[in-house]
Nanobody
Framework: QVQLVESGGGLVQAGGFLRLSCAAS????????MGWFRQTPGKDREFVSN????????NYADSVKGRFTLSRDNAKNTVYLQLNSLKPEDTAVYYC???????????????????WGQGTQVTVSS
């Protein structure tokens, strides 16, 4: 089992940047494929990015491709999501998630993730 804690959210003007962090507990962090999702009130949780545990391959939603970058530091048990060129439509609560150890692949489906953080608010003003 793994526990996740996000940080780094805040209020930023359009065009600005933020770096979100997701710190994980446990000694097997490198064995988890990880994902970031976001959610706004009244809407379903939306895929943002993921990283596969086996080779570090990353995937991005089309809406953030070229602006967001996902990385991980297994020595620090942390994944990072760099948010650049932020837009007002990026405003959401951002969640970090981990897949079960049984699965080596990544996924863009939130239902495929077993562990979730509490979320961090990102607000982009126009």
């Amino acid at each position: 089992q793994v526990q996740l804690v996000e940080s780094g959210g805040g209020l930023v003007q359009a065009g600005g940047f933020l770096r979100l962090s997701c710190a994980a507990s446990g000694r097997t962090f490198s064995s988890y494929s990880m994902g970031w999702f976001r959610q706004t009130p009244g809407k379903d949780r939306e895929f943002v990015s993921n990283i596969r545990r086996s080779d570090g391959r990353t995937n991005y939603a089309d809406s953030v491709k070229g602006r967001f970058t996902l990385s991980r530091d297994n020595a620090k048990n942390t994944v990072y999501l760099q948010l650049n060129s932020l837009k007002p439509e990026d405003t959401a609560v951002y969640y970090c998630a981990a897949r079960s150890l049984y699965y080596s692949s990544s996924s863009d489906n939130p239902s495929d993730y077993a562990y979730w953080g509490q979320g961090t608010q990102v607000t982009v003003s126009s």
